[in-house]
């Protein structure tokens, strides 16, 4: 065979699909994990099912007023559940779990964590330990504080744990380390058991080092028999680290992303520590919307029930997008992919050096993926391979198109950066 002239021909028939998907003209942005428009219809009763005669606890307490800043007693009962922790671990929120985080951090720079109370703004430096691919969000927030990002491997069992153990050992000034243990955003991930123990048990040189849970997908499965995360706060307890982790939660994607309810668990001690600092920044959160939450969400087996309502509706676009790769690249040798549990992401991988060529050709013919440099600290991954797809948002046949082109984009920038042939015959 002719080398240069099969790669040629491949190449123009490439670039003509390409070129009849710019004369369409698509316009989709997938770019962040937003829910569709037939999701947020599931929890429309969340708006209506709380009348103002039914604002009030069993014991008479009023949750249109002032007070309870650490939430409502009812919203505690269910969502300890949820995370399985006990009542007096948990501390609901407002809308955003992100926002608790972010909170979370700020207070520990200027008060330092519950417990220690030496504000971590007075050390030198303080780094945290970011596994990667990771969520921009969290990135963003050590960015913003100034706190230095050491990226460490994300496998397929957790973080390379050798690696994690190493550092937070030698390193005072490694204050944390972000984990989303069930459906990592992007990569789909669920944490080993072992790596739950590692973590727990690992020594830290910094005694206010602080595991960041973000267990946003706690209940998002795809499957009757999904896989059983490890409690980390038990496991914190058993190695004698009971306040090693901060647990964050929320129902973004289980009622609204805008009108959610989010929460943060952690031993009983350090949430008192919590309640004390909470108190300075609020007299309370939205007890209407957690009590909303309560009346609407009933209790585990009913949101049990209404999660797989969402996963009826995204579960064929996550086929979709899983069955154009399969038919587009399988056997190509060009990308690797992940077939997730449950979450909100497919983690596509291209060859080195081709992620964000592939992201920029897909915009120009209309279809916004998230920057690939965004999933890895300070937004550069170093292989430029990694691409996030967040597949709930659009129809399954608007997904359809968008992953043919993407699938040829991916096919037309490897073919030009492998052009040599290695690529097709290693
Ligand atoms: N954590 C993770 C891992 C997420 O993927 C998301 C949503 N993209 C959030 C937190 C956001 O949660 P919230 O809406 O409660 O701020």
Known sequence: MNLPQFFNNNLSELYDRYYKFVDRKMHLDISRSKPCQEQLDLSSELITCLNYRDC????????????????????KKLFSQ???????????GGNSSLNLMYDFIARAMTHGVPGINVPWMLSDKVKFICPSPGYDRHFAICKHFNIEMINVEIKDYGPDMDAVEELVANDESIKGIWCMPQYSNPTGTVYADEVVDRLAAMKTKACDFRIFWDNAYAVHHFSENPPVLKNILKACKDAGNPDRVVI????????????GVA?????????EGIKVQLSMQTIGPDKINQLRHVRFLKNMDNIREHVKKHVKIIKPK?????????????GKGMAWWNYPQGGYFIHLKTLKGCASEVVEMAARAGLVLGNPGTLFPYGVDPEDRHIRIAPTFPSVEELENAMELLCICIQIVTLKK????TLLFN
């Open 56 to 75: 009030l606890a069993s014991d008479g307490t009023d949750y249109r007023n002032y007070g309870i800043v650490d939430g409502i007693r009812e919203a």
């Open 318 to 330: 996550f086929d979709m997008v899983l069955s154009v790769f399969e038919r587009e690249l399988d």
């Open 263 to 271: 929460m943060m668990a952690a031993c009983k001690e350090i949430i």
């Open 82 to 92: 949820l995370l399985d922790m006990n009542e007096d671990e948990i501390i609901i």
């Open 418 to 421: 492998y052009s040599d042939g």
């Open 248 to 259: 964050f939660s929320t129902t973004s994607k289980i009622t609204l992303p805008g009108a």
